[in-house]
């Protein structure tokens, strides 16, 4: 038996990965080079696009919660993204080119994936198939997926933050500092006064944007990773609360907690580049150069990559996919990553890894995963296949989509105690469940 998987991204890479350790042929297709995408820069196998984060790794964060889980699942890769990360505070940030040349690597050497290079603008729901083809899914194959589904696409634009170079940030102005003082001071910061901040907002508000196709008009944002002039049009000091906050971050040479502060965030393992925290964006290029050069510190600096928008493609999942990722229309037919409308990177490994483990039990006549609210996965794609949403959005990991457990009101108001809480009983959950299959 042999399996299709279309797209080479990260969630159709972690799937390949789990049916060849266990001994299935799998035929892995990515239309990249012979066809791009509007935000791809690589050839590569699982390319990160927007940022190079992947967020917390501590249980008491949902995200973090979520890659324990998938280690007890036995995520492929993982281990990759440990051996390429560097340092970004609490959270867990990589070598973006780095990891993707070893994932690639990791595949193309691997006996039991071959890959082809061609764009897929069609496939048999007769045969087996994983549709990985994430969020920039090319016209043909949206078309024929519209086809088999029988459903109408929903779609959302992301945005992609600038990256610029550390030499060219002036640190007389610039200091490195984790907010609160937490860890060793991994991210760069660019401390504003009340003055700069405004001129940064005016330019900011002022500045042209890209202009959208026609048939983007209506487009729909992510709240997560709203561009950074659409949060700045709520309001004068929307961006002071949001990823501007100065709060945490006093600059020791002075004693003084800044009116606004951009932080930069480490991108490659050398780190020689940065990428600027929350600064997706689709102002045009001149406007951003303004913009970035208006920052205190920023005044030469050299930008690596601007900010672009892009489309993102998501199904109608409450109506076609069940909890174990697979389609109500032909059991032949897994879907994974984002196009099922699981938002973020470790989202989409995981929803690849779950793909890649059901496809192989189905193959082989053994009962789908499909794992509880109490755990982040089982929570996520029972969201996402909830058949009485109205109004689907994607989503990421977070607590509230999780199955809610009785607490007195003291350990409610404690947080962390309450992650942690939650965290175990994931743990055990998805634990007792493997041990039982």
């Known amino acids: 038996m042999k399996v ?10 972690e799937a390949a990965l789990q049916l060849a350790k266990r001994n299935i042929n799998v035929d892995l297709f990515e239309m990249r080079p012979v066809a791009q995408t509007g935000a791809h820069k690589t050839d590569l196998f699982a390319e990160f696009v927007c940022s190079n984060s992947l967020g917390s790794f501590d249980i008491t964060n949902a995200s973090g919660l979520l890659k324990h889980e998938m280690q ?8 990759v993204i440990f051996d390429c990360a560097i340092p970004a505070g609490a959270a867990l940030a990589i070598d973006r080119t780095l990891f993707s040349q070893r994932v690639t690597d990791k595949i193309l050497n ?10 897929i603008t069609d496939f048999s729901p007769e045969e087996p198939v994983i549709i990985a083809s994430g969020p920039l899914t090319s016209d043909k194959l949206a078309d024929s997926i519209k086809s088999f589904l029988g459903e109408n696409y929903l779609f959302f634009f992301d945005a992609i933050a600038p990256i610029i170079e550390k030499d060219s940030v002036n640190f007389d102005k610039a200091f490195y500092l984790n907010r609160y003082n937490k860890g060793s001071a991994d991210y760069i910061n660019c401390p504003m006064n009340k003055e700069e901040y405004l001129n940064f907002y005016n ?14 008009k209506n487009a729909k944002f992510f709240e997560s990773c709203l561009p950074i002039e659409v949060l700045a049009s709520r309001g004068l000091d929307t961006l002071r609360f949001g990823p501007l906050k100065p709060v945490g971050l006093v600059d020791e040479r002075t004693g003084i907690e800044n009116y606004a502060v951009v932080q930069l965030r480490q991108d490659n393992k050398s780190a020689t580049l940065y990428n600027l925290v929350g600064f997706q964006t689709n102002l045009k290029w001149a406007s951003q150069a303004e913009l970035i050069h208006s920052i205190p510190g920023l ?17 109608n999942s409450p109506k076609v996919l069940s909890s174990s990722l697979q389609s109500k229309i032909s059991p032949n037919v897994f879907f994974a990553g984002q196009i099922t409308g699981t938002e973020g990177y470790t989202e989409s490994i995981a929803s690849g890894l779950l793909a890649g483990i059901n496809m192989s039990r189905f193959i082989n006549d053994k009962p789908l995963i499909e794992l509880s609210s109490d755990t982040m996965l089982g929570a996520l794609t029972h969201y996402i296949s909830f058949p009485a949403h109205t109004n689907f959005q994607p989503i990421n990991s977070n607590w509230g989509i999780l199955s809610p457990i009785d607490l007195d009101k003291k350990i409610k108001k404690n947080k962390k105690l309450k992650n942690e809480l939650l965290a175990n009983r994931a743990l055990n959950s998805i634990k007792d469940y493997l041990s039982n299959l």
């Open 299 to 315: 005044e030469n600096a050299n930008i690596v990559r601007y900010g672009v928008m892009h489309r993102n493609t998501f199904i």
């Open 4 to 13: 299709k998987i279309i797209g080479a991204g990260l969630a159709g890479a």
């Open 203 to 216: 330019i900011l508000t002022n500045a042209p944007r890209i202009e959208l196709k026609s048939f983007e």
């Open 110 to 119: 691997n006996p039991y994936i071959n890959v082809f290079r061609e764009e």
């Open 72 to 79: 007890i699942l036995g995520s492929e890769l993982l281990p």
